[in-house]
């Protein structure tokens, strides 16, 4: 029944601006309203639990960490930002400097009084930047600041990768010429667990945990960083599908099946400052929360808001955007301990996890690659002024890490990955093809070239190359109908 009614509501989307689709639309979606409310998952907001959720904090070793220091948040003026000040002020910090690219309020310098101080300034300033923080002399530096909407990031390259990826570069560089900094902990994204991505935002957050990473080994700075998934209140879906059931006149998705994992500002902040008190010397750690419970529906989400508003209002779909098109890799998670399973970390990373003490953080490191590559890869970005070559430095530079990280794995879970990622059984189940992870899976065959485990890979791709066809053929079949 759902199943037919999301297949009405795609035909429809495409010309909904006309008054008899809209109708169907509208009529389609309060169908879908009372499905969903009869299966008891409109009772209250989906992302409710993910809102209430709390995370330990180890407040004695966070006061010893925190008392009498000089800290720096970069983007303290967002939202992850402002919540971790408050937060740093409860640890009898000495002061907290916040750099921001965006203008501050008089109000706000005022409610923080002397404790906080405001600083303006764009991390892509490199000359700027390093001047401020041999000013300031932090010992702790949080890293917020960044382009964060993966939309925007492709419609805007050059700024996403000279914020994201050269102003995290500019900073970690006045980091390791400062004399006072003794731990930068930097904000990153669970997509940053894909193995490789050619979506600019993840992508750039990848290289930026690459660039902690390979400071980390030789650095006498402790470098961690923290793996955020959609932030409740400040998610970019939430907000637009909340403020579109109460403005507009349809709400809109990308599409029915999208499922997304959230936490709260104080999760946040709490993992942050648990990457603080886990941070070691020559590696670098990364935390995320362990339990992020059952990722919520995208089209859950829209439709419990506009049974909420009171309004008979459409959902339409508009199919994946750029930033947003990358299909779910299922060799993503280890299939090996299903009960454990976490969309923020890869199997690579998942044979190094460790877990808390209070049992509620994952703690891992990211693969480590050649700092040449990296070096290489930062000078391009810094040389290419337009938006192409920008996306084709990165894009290759990245490749160019991820085929040398894996020379660093196990060929047993690069094979597993590929067993998970490609089995047939589960291309059909989910209806993919091997062209949905062409930029993948390729990699990690040619990497198991001369081991154990590539024939039996050989096979697992030719069974996939032929429901590839198959599908392929069908399709022709039905055009040519």
Known sequence: MVHTI?????????????????????????????????????????????????LSLPVDELKKELKN???????????????????????????????????FSFQKRLFYADKVEFIHIDIRDEISLAKCLKKIQPEIVFHTAAVRDPGYAERNILE???????????LVKACENS?????????????????FTQEIYA???????????????????????????????????????????KSLDYVKIHSPGKFVTAQNLTEASYLLLNALINAESKICNFLLVKNLEWPV?????????????????????????????????????????????????????????????AGDILISSIVPCEKRLLF???????????????????????????????KYVNKKDTFNILKWGISPKFLVAEDTTL???????PILVNSLVGSEHYEEVQKLLKEAKEIQDLKNENYILKDAS
């Not at 992508?203 to 932030?231: G, Q």
């Not at 994946?320 to 890869?346: A, C, H, T, V």
């Not at 290489?376 to 040389?383: G, T, V």
Request: a positive charge; hydrophobic letters at 35%.
């Open 6 to 54: 999301l297949k009405k509501i795609w035909h429809y989307s495409g010309l909904f601006e006309k008054e008899e689709n809209y109708d169907i639309l509208v009529e389609l979606t309060q169908e879908l309203i009372i499905l969903y409310d009869q299966q008891g998952r409109l009772l209250e907001n989906p992302f409710e639990s993910a809102r209430k959720r709390t």
């Open 69 to 103: 220091k000089v800290c720096l948040v970069t983007g303290g003026l967002g939202s992850v930002g402002t919540t971790l000040v408050d937060d740093l002020l409860k640890f009898e910090v000495s002061k907290v400097f916040v750099l921001d690219i965006k203008p």
């Open 160 to 170: 996403t990768v000279q914020t994201n990826i050269i102003g995290t570069w500019n």
């Open 179 to 195: 004399i006072s900094v003794k731990n930068f902990v930097f904000t990153s994204t669970g997509k940053a667990s894909r193995y």
């Open 203 to 245: 992508s750039t957050k990848k290289i930026c945990e690459n660039i902690l990473d390979a400071f980390s080994r030789t650095s006498k700075i402790k470098y961690s960083m923290v793996r955020f998934t959609h932030i409740y209140c400040n998610s970019l879906m939430n907000n637009e599908l909340k403020n579109s059931s």
């Open 297 to 357: 529906e995208s089209l859950e989400l829209a439709l419990y808001y506009i049974k909420n508003s009171g309004r008979r209002i459409p959902i339409v779909f508009t199919g994946n955007p750029k930033g947003y098109s990358e299909k779910f890799f299922r060799g993503q998670l280890d299939w090996n301990k299903p009960q454990e399973l976490n969309l923020l970390i890869n199997v690579y990373e998942n044979q190094k996890r460790e877990i808390n003490k």
């Open 376 to 406: 290489e890869l930062i000078q391009n970005l810094k040389s290419s002024l337009r938006p192409n070559e920008q996306k084709e430095n990165l894009l290759s530079g990245l490749e160019k890490i991820f085929i040398d990280s894996l």
């Open 435 to 441: 062209e949905n992870y062409g930029h993948i899976y």
